[in-house]
């Protein structure tokens, strides 16, 4: 096996091919090929996903598995759920999937059973949970626990947040709200909208140590202490999810009141970790056992599942063909569901943290482009937005559709039409669309005139893939969750990169806290370095009179 991915067979005989996917639209593969609507079709637990409306044929699809077998996509696969340090420039196993074993498995990592750690978080997370809902436990006051702040950034606040939102009509416990910004007005919007007797804080930083939440966590510990007049009260107001219990303990938090997990759950796929401590809070310790097992189903899927009928990989592939082969570089997702609003930014740290690398795993540069552009808005709102450009761009963007059979609740409009069959006609409109847009003959034989049928021609042959799920729920959205976080683990295997790491973040950090020194500074500073940098210190040192 090559070592650098486009110099592998497989690779070469999608470069011959390509020219001639490229020459065929949409509309002719789906004559040429009139079964492909009910054949490219793949069942992953209860998703449903269509990606017949992509620009490949059957031998486009065999080129492209036999490009994950050559590369050794199921080798990788298996490294790991098996707990191998798969994260080589961390030197750590990457085990997000055993946070949703059963407690009756077994996982030894390292010599420890890490499934009996999960459970035992999972455990005390529950009894917890059962204790704030159940109004045994109390604030400082004596009052129960109307309003959970989580604190937090990153993976720390995108998942429970993006969960939350789209659990909305599954929300039976203690408001949420989420802080993460280290722009004020997000902890002072919140803190102006809560009670400090009421409030509980769960201060989410995996490593402890990141500069956003530990601002807030200390601004909001000043605030309760300051309302409630007692230090004491911070332990009734403040819990910690972390890897680190040295620094909680720092910080001031017991670690009674902490929840544990490891160095082996990346930031970005620690929403099923104790980082979900608020999605429990809200919809209860059984809502999120079922968020757990929708995601189990989707591991057992696409560890077992042959690679042809496998979700994440065929989604993954695409991705590199598209990536690749068609320098497509960005992908829309869409969720045709208001409560999915903060799916897409959910996904986008999913991807653009994994897959943003320019080194392989062993350090060499990589050969060809990684990662992709990830972005959208629920429909229908992006339709009277960026759709124009999806439609009748120049560029190709390869888009997520992601619809619902059954809302929670539906409305009719006045003539008895349900609004949900609405959404998801629009939907399938937009798809079609894209897919087979309208011709030059077609627009003229509407009548229209010669001058503006250049303006009404829908180019089409642009692919999108459909992911049908029956309901929004805690299981279906764990679901969606490890079926994307699969595909992006696919591309990364085909890529040879470690999609674990996230060294890119770093240098920013080290200089906001450098620049930081300069602007605060009573003194002017020196040079920093670069003029512009000096001439904008300059500028923000005297609007704010230093
Ligand atoms: O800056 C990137 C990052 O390290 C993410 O990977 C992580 O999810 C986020 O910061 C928050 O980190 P922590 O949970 O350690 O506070």
């Not at 010599?111 to 400082?140: C, K, Q, S, Y």
């Amino acid at each position: 096996m090559s070592d650098d991915v486009t110099a592998t067979e497989s690779w070469h005989a999608l470069a011959a091919h390509q020219p001639h996917v490229f020459a065929t639209t949409l509309r002719e593969l789906f004559t040429l090929d009139p079964e492909r609507g009910h054949d490219l079709v793949v069942q992953a637990g209860d998703l449903r996903i269509d990606y017949s409306k992509n620009r490949v044929t059957r031998q486009t699809l065999e080129l492209l598995l036999s490009l994950a077998r050559e590369v050794g996509v199921e080798d990788r696969r298996d490294a790991m759920f098996a707990g191998e340090h798969i994260n080589t420039s961390e030197d750590r196993a990457v085990l997000h999937t055993a946070l949703r074993l059963p407690a009756s498995a077994s996982l030894l990592v390292d010599g420890e059973n890490v499934v009996a750690d999960v459970h035992r978080v999972l455990d005390a997370m529950g009894r917890f949970t059962d204790d704030i809902r159940a109004g045994r436990w109390l604030g400082f006051t004596g009052k129960p626990i109307t309003d959970v702040v989580n604190i937090g950034i990153g993976g720390s606040d995108l998942g429970p947040a993006m969960v939350c939102g789209a659990l909305r009509d599954f929300h039976d416990g203690p408001r949420t709200h989420f802080v993460s910004n280290v722009d004020p007005a997000d902890l002072l919007a919140t803190l102006d909208a809560v009670n400090p007797a009421t409030t509980l804080f769960v201060v989410s930083s995996k490593t402890f140590t990141t500069l956003e939440t530990l601002s807030n966590a200390r601004a909001a510990r000043r605030w309760l202490v300051d309302a409630l007049g007692d230090d004491e009260a911070v332990a009734r107001h403040f819990v910690a999810v972390s890897t680190n219990a040295e620094a909680v303990t720092g910080f001031g938090i017991d670690t009674s009141n902490m929840f544990e997990f490891w160095d082996w759950v990346g930031g970005r796929y620690s929403v099923d970790s104790a980082i979900g401590l608020s999605v429990m809070l809200a919809i209860g310790k059984a809502g999120f056992d079922e968020f757990l097992g929708g995601f189990a189903a989707i591991d057992e899927h696409f560890a077992t599942a042959p690679l042809e009928r496998n979700a994440p990989v065929l989604l993954g592939l695409l991705s590199v063909w598209y990536d690749n082969f068609f320098d497509a570089g960005n992908r829309a997702v869409l969720p045709y569901s208001n409560d999915l609003a903060r799916f897409t930014a959910y996904l986008q740290q999913l991807s653009m943290e994994s897959n943003g690398k320019s080194v392989t795993r062993d350090g060499r540069p990589v050969s060809c482009d990684t990662g992709q552009v990830w972005w959208g808005e629920p429909g229908t709102n992006g339709q009277h937005a960026f759709f124009q450009l999806l439609h009748q761009g120049t560029r190709m963007i390869p888009a997520d559709f992601i619809g619902f059979a059954e809302p929670f609740r539906d409305v009719l409009t006045e003539n008895g039409t349900s609004m949900h069959d609405l959404l998801i006609a629009n939907l399938l409109a937009q798809t079609k669309v894209l897919a087979f847009g309208k011709t030059a003959e077609e627009v003229a034989g509407e009548g229209v005139a010669p001058e503006l049928v250049g303006h009404k021609v829908m180019p089409g042959n642009r692919p999108s893939t459909t992911i049908f799920a029956p309901k929004l729920t805690p299981g279906t959205l764990g679901q969606l969750i490890a079926l994307y976080e699969h595909q992006v683990f696919v591309e990364g295997a085909v890529w040879d990169i470690d999609s674990f790491d996230q060294w890119g973040v770093e240098l920013g950090k080290k200089q906001a806290l450098e620049l930081l020194d300069s602007i605060a500074a009573a003194d002017p500073p020196g040079p920093l370095g670069d003029s512009s940098t000096d001439a904008l210190v300059h500028w923000y040192r005297g609007q704010t009179g230093r």
